[in-house]
């Protein structure tokens, strides 16, 4: 079964710092990862995913992520923070298989990290 | 576009009492799935279906029935509500499993008293 660690619950950052969201994965097999953000009082949306290539891969709102399959992380990345990057921020995991744990979607979720941006 | 939709947003639940959350999807996606979101707890998914007429329980199924009579809708009921249900419900859809974004809808908030 595949499961997903944020190891953060909360990570507090000054506005124009840099900031890293640590992710790290268990699976046994080949996975595709991906990072969600949830604004206040609103659903989920894609901020990137990394399904294959490059390791390096870049999403939405300056944010970037690198899979290190050795590390099994996938860290996300931003050089530096806007106060409307306040939100929860999900990693989630997918192998493809129904039988993983995750939804239809094949995705199983981390518990969350949420960013506080300090002015 | 409207995406993925849930009805109602907010909703106030005697203990005992039953009610259907409902989920609908424009974008022709087979997969749709459940989840309940509590703090610290990240999302548990509660049941998902890989189509029409095809469902299943995931990690959190007890208390919550569903069906997927349509593509389109996937209605989530809760069966007699307790106070252990409330949280915030979340619906998704996606096209594939895995190798495609899965799309949410707003959520509904239950409190139940």
């Known amino acids: 079964a595949q499961s997903v660690t944020q190891l953060d619950s909360q990570v507090p950052v000054f506005e124009e710092a840099p900031v890293e969201l640590r992710c790290n994965y268990s699976?046994?097999?080949?996975?595709?990862l991906f990072w969600y953000v949830q604004y206040p009082n609103q659903g989920l949306q894609l901020l990137l995913k990394y399904l294959s290539g490059s390791t390096l891969v870049k999403g939405i709102n300056g944010f970037e992520a690198e899979f290190n399959k050795s590390q099994t992380s996938f860290h996300l990345r931003k050089p530096s923070v806007h106060i409307s990057d306040t939100a929860e921020y999900f990693c989630a995991v997918s192998d493809l298989d129904l039988n993983s744990g995750g939804g239809a979607d094949g995705l199983t979720f981390g518990k969350g990290t949420h960013l506080i941006i300090q002015p | 576009n409207a995406g993925v939709t849930q009805t109602p947003k907010f909703q106030v639940l005697k203990t005992g009492q039953s009610m259907t959350l409902q989920c609908a999807q424009d974008?022709?996606?087979?997969?749709m799935s459940w989840y309940r979101q509590d703090p610290g707890m990240g999302l548990r998914l509660i049941h998902y279906s890989v189509g029409a007429g095809i469902t299943d329980q995931g990690e959190v199924p007890n208390g919550y029935n569903v069906s997927r009579s349509t593509t389109e809708d996937f209605p989530l009921r809760l069966l007699s509500a307790a106070p252990s249900q409330t949280s915030v419900y979340f619906c998704?859809?996606?096209?594939?499993?895995?190798?495609?974004?899965?799309?949410f809808g707003q959520g509904t908030r239950l409190t139940v008293v």
């Open positions: 699976s046994s097999v080949s996975v595709y």
């Open positions: 974008m022709n996606h087979e997969y």
């Open positions: 998704a859809s996606s096209y594939s499993t895995g190798l495609t974004e899965a799309f």
